[in-house]
């Protein structure tokens, strides 16, 4: 991750397309994840077509190539309008869209293994945002050059710093500030929070409500409800701490304690530290969070 963090920042206009065609690929897939089960509830959306390949019959959904294109194609409108103020909401769908295919695609086993991830990148955070100004010339963070594709011409390490005016790579949420006030002309046009920032404290409140499930069916999710508070206070401290500081903030700085101190602080009081920490409630955990299957201990 710390390499493609410097490569971008290196070849920034090198790869600022190669970044956009991957987005605009895992948004297809992300959207048609999240349209698929209402569409899944028409019996003609499992319609197949039977065709003849090789001396062999294949068989393929034309309605489920249908909504993938579909997809494609909205992700296609935002390449082409890209620039343009209002397509913002349509970014936030795709960005939305890869955020939750992504928690869903990776379910993790414990919080073990979930709290040393958050750990790490609660670390590379703090470093790309405040160690790295230190380093540059101009003082402006490697994680803050990249997340806002500016077009500094200044040098670091040495090393030319040639940008795409312009461009930016579309692995946040952007959201356009609507205060009409001379305030304003001082602050970006949006307020921004990366793909990262949402996926990481996601894949913490998927397991919670995993977890909710699998040791206390039918009661009330205490660990999921908890988890999404602490990320909603985690998420507040990080907008103020950025207007009381004028500066970006690393987002995982308050996420990451904000919400393991809301996951164990639970936990203790339950009893259920060692069940949370090692994924089992009194049976063996699933591999899967939509996996039914349980294992015998």
Not at 29 to 42: D, K, N, Q, R, V
Not at 142 to 163: C, H, L, W
Not at 252 to 263: H, N, R, S, T
Request: net charge neutral; proline share 6%; glycine share 8%.
């Amino acid at each position: 991750m710390a390499g493609m963090l410097l490569l971008l920042y290196f070849a920034y206009k090198y790869f600022v397309f190669v970044f956009m065609g991957l987005f605009c690929i895992i948004a297809s897939t992300g959207m048609y994840s999240i349209l698929y089960p209402p569409f899944a509830e028409l019996d003609c959306f499992h319609t197949r077509w039977q065709i003849s390949c090789c001396n062999k019959d294949q068989y393929f959904g034309p309605f489920k190539v249908a909504l993938w294109l579909a997809c494609f194609s909205v992700s296609m409108i935002w390449f082409a309008f890209r620039h343009e103020y209002n397509i913002w909401p349509l970014q936030v769908f795709m960005g939305i869209s890869v955020c939750l295919n992504i928690i869903k695609s990776v379910p993790l086993p414990s919080l073990k293994i979930i709290a040393i991830i958050m750990v790490m990148l609660f670390i590379y955070d703090i470093f790309f945002v405040f160690i790295t100004p230190l380093f540059t010339k101009d003082g402006v963070s490697i994680m803050e050059r990249v997340a806002t594709g500016s077009s500094s011409k200044k040098q670091v390490f040495d090393a030319p710093m040639d940008y795409t005016p312009g461009e930016q790579i579309p692995l946040s949420i952007k959201i356009p500030y609507f205060q009409n006030t001379d305030f304003k002309v001082c602050m970006p046009i949006y307020g921004m929070i990366g793909f990262g920032d949402i996926v990481i404290p996601g894949l913490l409140t998927g397991y919670s409500a995993y977890f909710d499930t699998l040791a206390h069916p039918g009661e009330i999710k205490w660990y999921y409800i908890v988890t999404c508070t602490s990320y909603a206070i985690g998420l507040i401290i990080t907008y103020g701490a950025l207007i009381g500081m004028g500066i970006a903030q690393p987002a995982l700085l308050y996420l990451v304690p904000c919400c393991l101190i809301g996951v164990f602080g639970t936990a203790l009081k339950r009893g259920e530290v060692n069940a949370m920490w090692t994924g089992r409630a009194g049976v063996a955990a699933p591999r899967r969070f939509g996996d039914e299957e349980e294992l015998d201990s």
